[in-house]
């Protein structure tokens, strides 16, 4: 039990370490597949056919049923590890079950030739890649158990399966699309169907790093067992209901993204020109893959180490407030100067990884003009994750569902007010970003009512002393730019690449050097170390 107990700290570092090979392959992925695809409505489709499976993959894999699973397992497996194991066993077989009857529905009406015409790509990658959802899920399920038993590496490492994956898939078949062979279109079908394939693979992984993970002993409880797992999807029910809600927002996002590559250039009925020229919605998947590394590699990882941690202090008020602070703290520590670097480095970022043969440097400009929407808010969308993981961890998974909801109301409003604007495709991405701020502060508020004093003496300090490293962070990387611009040709991917390096250098130098100078207690956990300035209780880690 000891692998459990360690800090969240720890965890965080190998989700963290794994998330960073899996976002170097996924770096690699968007580099071959921008390069091959470029943006059009070739990739506008696959986007929006993949984008499908990873609602369902948030719906129920990350969303209603790991919420009210994992807390009830985690207390479950302390005192009978047999029945744990029944209990995750009866779930996810309901579960695989549930999602197999719909992803065979969804198939036939996607399959029965009710959609035809410029329809008839998007249509086949997307049930191509359908059957990816049973599998992605069935993936989140078992990390989830594996988080419970403190192994996070497993979990962590499955994305770079799929990225090895798609990366194969396109590069081998480049080739056959040079000599005539193969179409554009085929050539996106076999990457499709790579997704499947990756998805089967990902699923034996994470199998056989649970089977070296679990050790149980003894003879389970079997009512309590099926007690346990009515309970649980009693709670997840109401809860998938209000994610669905959030979900199909992402959906209607999606839809409008990709409305020139759906419907056509106007408005049926209205006559009117769409605002959102064709390559939208890959042009938001492009930002989005550029926006989620830093978010993936630190928030998303320091929100799924502390999820267990909060589960097990669910109990004890001040030992759960502890780690939480202590996750806000790390949390800020991080997201703001990821933003601020982001924010200050979209151009050279967005051309290096992206830009060549069918990715233009117009295509590089508006996807950064995208980018510099999603940016500013990296810290909010990185303490949602801590402060939602809270609720669940406290049994009230509704709550945050609700808020996010109403989040989703506005974000739908102000998608279709932004896009008029000369934002354009980039007003989604701000929609986006407002949204999540806005839930930030929601969020808290409804913490603080149940956990008075969650910013106190030593979270306030830390938070000003997080905003003066970011400004002399972002100060010194804006002199740096400044003295870059007129020394290359900025079309030129050599040059973007030095550019990157100079930036990235300076800005995360200046950074670590001003955390050093100050001794912040914050980059000492992100090391594993201690400093003699944390004054944080040492009993929650």
């Not at 999820?307 to 991080?334: K, M, N, W, Y």
């Not at 900025?490 to 100078?517: E, K, N």
């Amino acid at each position: 039990m000891a692998n459990q107990r360690a800090g969240f700290e720890q965890h965080a570092r190998t989700v963290t370490a794994f998330t960073v090979l899996s976002r170097i392959g996924g770096l690699a992925r968007d580099a071959t597949m921008s390069r091959v695809f470029g943006i059009g409505p070739i990739m506008d489709a696959f986007a929006f056919g993949f984008m499908v499976p990873n609602l369902f993959r948030r719906l129920f894999g990350e969303g209603a049923l790991s919420a009210s699973f994992l807390p009830v397992f985690v207390r479950e497996l302390e005192k009978d590890p047999a029945t744990a194991h029944h209990l995750a066993r009866l779930l996810i077989g309901r579960a695989m079950l549930v999602l197999s009857v719909l992803v065979v529905v969804l198939e036939g009406i996607l399959l029965a030739g009710f959609f035809q015409g410029d329809l008839e790509v998007g249509i086949w990658l997307l049930a191509i890649m359908l059957p990816y959802a049973p599998l992605i899920c069935l993936v989140a399920l078992i990390g989830a158990m594996l988080h419970a038993y403190g192994r996070f590496g497993p979990t962590a490492a499955a994305p770079i399966i799929l990225n090895g994956m798609l990366v194969c898939s396109t590069l081998i078949l480049v080739p056959a699309v040079t000599a005539g062979a193969l179409t554009t279109e085929g050539q996106i079908m076999w990457v499709a169907l790579s997704v499947l394939v990756a998805g089967v693979v990902q699923v034996v992984w994470s199998h056989m790093a649970l089977r070296r993970a679990t050790r149980a002993e003894g003879s389970a409880d079997l009512p309590r067992a099926r007690r346990l797992n009515r309970e649980i999807l009693m709670k997840a029910l109401p809860m998938a209901l209000g994610l669905g809600a959030l979900q199909l927002n992402t959906f209607i996002d999606g839809l409008i993204a990709s409305w020139p590559t759906i419907v056509g250039p106007t408005i049926p009925f209205l006559g009117i020109d769409y605002p959102l020229p064709e390559g939208s919605m890959a042009s938001i998947s492009w930002a989005q893959r550029l926006y989620e590394f830093p978010l993936g590699v630190f928030g998303i990882a320091i929100a799924t180490a502390i999820f267990p941690q909060l589960s097990r202090q669910h109990g004890a008020a001040a030992e759960f407030s502890e780690t939480l602070r202590r996750g806000i703290r790390l949390t800020l520590f991080v997201g703001i100067p990821a933003s601020i670097g982001l924010l200050l480095v979209r151009g050279p970022l967005t051309a290096v990884i992206l830009q060549g043969a069918a990715f233009t440097v117009d295509d590089t400009q508006r996807t950064a003009f995208i980018l510099m929407g999603y940016a500013p808010a990296i810290w909010a969308y990185s303490l949602n994750q801590v402060f939602i993981r809270a609720f669940y961890a406290r049994g009230e998974a509704m709550t945050p569902v609700k808020v996010a909801i109403g989040m989703a109301v506005l974000n739908l409003v102000l998608n279709l007010t932004l896009i008029w604007t000369p934002l354009g495709v980039a007003g989604l991405a701000w929609s986006t970003a407002i949204c999540a701020v806005l839930q930030t502060f929601i969020l808290h508020a409804l913490l603080e009512r149940r956990l008075p004093g969650i910013l106190d003496h030593t979270v306030l300090p830390a938070i000003l002393r997080i905003l003066c490293v970011g400004m002399f962070t972002a100060i010194v990387t804006l002199i740096a730019s400044w003295l870059m611009d007129p020394r290359g040709d900025s079309a030129r991917w050599s040059y973007q690449l030095l550019s990157l390096v100079v930036l990235v250098g300076c800005g995360g130098a200046t950074a670590f050097i001003c955390a050093r100078m100050l001794r912040m207690p914050e980059l000492f956990w992100l090391l594993g170390r201690r400093s003699g300035a944390d004054h944080t209780q040492s009993g929650t880690t």
